[in-house]
């Protein structure tokens, strides 16, 4: 049975218990460009799961993103920040190693470290750059040493002849007679 008009009245709902702050529960992410610092990206929504969505899309854009979330009367507490021009770094280092062919970075090297991928690639090309050094200075002496024993070999050739008979002074038919001198002609 419905109540009267005159009960509904009077009756009233037991207030809820939980916290009536406006905009407790809404979130805000800020992204900025460093070719546009004057003009950010604010983004405010109550929606966590698309607040962190945009998060990553706007790092992946190369933004430098703060992820806040509201704490009342209007102040936000910073939950997380990320650089996406550092991300976006590491992510071309990477493929630069795999498209020049060094080996990827190691696990172990700087794990904890924003830029590891790119000091792993700076310092793979560097080391390239001088074994290629190295490598031309090789072949630069190697060919320096044929090149000699080239001249060497077309010496002995041409020489051959002259070389194969004794000197001209130790032939009997050039030899010298010694010369007896006196003292007083000398």
Do not use: C
């Amino acid at each position: 049975m419905s109540p009267t008009p005159k009960q509904q009245r009077t009756h009233r709902r037991k207030p809820n218990a939980g916290d009536r702050t406006k905009n407790v529960k809404s979130f805000r992410v800020e992204a900025s460009w460093d070719h546009r610092p004057n003009a950010p990206v604010i983004i405010r929504t109550p929606d966590l799961k698309k607040a962190r969505r945009k998060v990553t899309e706007l790092a992946d854009k190369g933004a430098y993103v703060i992820f806040q979330e509201h704490t009342g009367w209007d102040t936000w507490r910073t939950v997380r920040e990320v650089d996406g021009a550092a991300l976006l770094a590491e992510r071309a280092a990477e493929q630069q190693l795999a498209a020049a062919g060094q080996p990827p970075t190691p696990p172990g090297y700087r794990p904890d470290a924003e830029d590891r991928h790119r000091t792993w690639f700076a310092w793979m090309d560097a080391r390239a750059e001088s074994e290629r050094r190295a490598a031309e200075q090789a072949a630069r002496e190697q060919a320096e040493a044929d090149a000699r024993r080239r001249r060497l070999a077309a010496e002995a050739r041409q020489h051959a002849r002259a070389l194969m008979n004794p000197p001209a002074i130790v032939r009997p038919e050039h030899r010298q007679r010694a010369r007896h001198i006196t003292g007083a002609q000398r």
